[in-house]
């Protein structure tokens, strides 16, 4: 079956910009997190989706990052004003139902790079 | 402030020796931790993980060590193979939280 993927796989844009990255989740998964990887450190959460709603958004870094899963399944992930700091590879994973025990599934990323 | 740590950014290991990689975590409330591996340019793909209620977890060449009193873990690779070549991270979760908190990696290396 498929994998989690990730669309697009590489993202340029200036600072400023407003971008949006998208997750398609393996199909019956209602647990759904992204995670930032800068160069030289591990994933870092950002957000974590259980069906429609955002559990736990503590991730996020300020309020130009945004992130909706309108139908429990897509999730897009949007980046207001960007900034240099912003560039990194952002990775989608999915699970099961999000329980303690499930394994989480990740995604490709989208490497972004903010000019 | 780094939650698990990840001290030897990277290892090498001749093949067919065993390889050990080291993780140390600050937080007492974690109690369940897990090893990824990473390929360039695909993402994390699960590889072992272990409850705090154990103190090891074997999967065919892959075992998991854990020593609570000294929130210590480790992954052993026996024996190593080329294709273990990745960069391997340790995560970690505590009760009630899904998200994962992930060290900076170690990257392997195996030397045919």
């Known amino acids: 079956g498929a994998g989690v993927s990730q669309t697009p796989s590489n993202k340029v844009t200036e600072k400023g910009k407003y971008v949006e990255l998208r997750c398609d989740p393996i199909s019956g998964h209602t647990a759904l997190y992204w995670y930032r990887q800068s160069l030289g450190q591990g994933p870092e959460f950002l957000i974590y989706f259980q069906g429609t709603g955002a559990a736990d958004d503590s991730g996020l870094p300020n309020d130009r990052f945004f992130a909706v899963r309108p139908e429990g399944s897509v999730s897009t992930l949007k980046i207001q004003r960007t900034e240099r700091g912003d560039s990194a590879v952002y990775l989608c994973a999915s699970s099961l139902t999000g329980g303690m025990g499930e394994t989480q599934y990740f995604g490709p990323g989208t490497r972004l790079l903010v000019l | 402030d780094q939650q698990v740590k990840q001290n030897s950014p990277s290892l090498s290991v001749q093949e067919g020796r065993i390889s050990i990689l080291n993780c140390d975590y600050t937080?007492?409330?974690?109690?369940?931790f897990l090893w990824y591996k990473k390929y360039p340019a695909e993402g994390p793909t699960f590889l072992i993980s272990?409850?705090?209620?154990?103190d090891k977890n074997e999967d065919g060449r892959f075992t998991v060590f854990l020593n609570k009193s000294a929130k210590h873990l480790s992954l052993h690779i026996v024996p190593s193979q080329p294709g273990d070549s990745a960069v391997y991270f340790c995560?970690?979760?505590?009760?009630?939280?899904?998200?994962?908190?992930f060290g900076t990696g170690t990257r392997l290396t195996i030397i045919p």
């Open positions: 272990i409850s705090s209620i154990k």
């Open positions: 937080n007492s409330m974690f109690d369940y």
């Open positions: 995560a970690a979760r505590d009760f009630g939280n899904e998200k994962l908190t």
